[in-house]
């Protein structure tokens, strides 16, 4: 049987268009932010979005920064909501269980770079934990799928775990895009692990410089 195609671009699919725009202008009433600049993604390709996580409503202020469709690494908690679900599916989102090793959701997300889908990942693990707490699957993401890696900083957004709260709660939110890096390919002489806490670290470090 034939697999549903995500479109990779916001104006690919007339109902993608629409969604797009209905995001925006959520954005700009309730959370006071419209992306001015050029799209800081690239038109196509397999990329990591890599970004800190404020709000619940980060996803949607992120999307409204650029025309390509961004697939989430999701809470499954959040996935399972049932009018959103029909959404997430559409944007070729992937949800993960929190506290396990989830390696299908691994698989998934780097099977979606390969396709030439923009990912994004949120490697706090949750809601405001901070960049100190930056999980090693990030590194992996980077490593394995080769896919150039985008930093991402979201200010502003409502800092509640609630995503009811989030969503209706006005704010004032801005997000900011850093250079793309690429990860050093797979080196057969270093161990895995080694390598991907060093790319974990400079991304990190990139996230905390933006």
Known sequence: MKTK??????????????????????????????????????????????CNHRSSVDPFILSASTR?????????????????????????????????????????????IKEGHLVCIFPEGGIGKGMDHVKQGVGYLALRSGAPVIPAKITGTPCSRSIWI?????????????????PTPVQKATPIRTQIAMVTDTITDTLKAL
């Open 166 to 182: 989030s969503l209706l709660k006005r704010s004032r939110s801005s997000v900011s895009f850093g250079p793309p890096y690429y």
């Open 68 to 112: 390509r469709i961004i697939s989430f690494l999701i809470a499954e908690e959040y996935y399972r909501i049932p009018f959103l679900r029909r959404l997430f599916d559409r944007m070729g989102c992937i949800p993960v269980r929190r506290n396990a090793d989830d390696t299908s959701a691994v698989r998934k997300a780097l099977r979606a």
């Open 5 to 50: 195609r995500t479109p990779v671009r916001a104006d690919e699919h007339p109902v993608d268009h629409i969604l797009w725009h209905i995001n925006a202008i959520y954005c700009k009433l309730f959370h006071r932010f419209v992306w001015q600049g050029p799209d800081p993604i690239p038109k196509e390709g397999g990329v990591l979005l890599v």
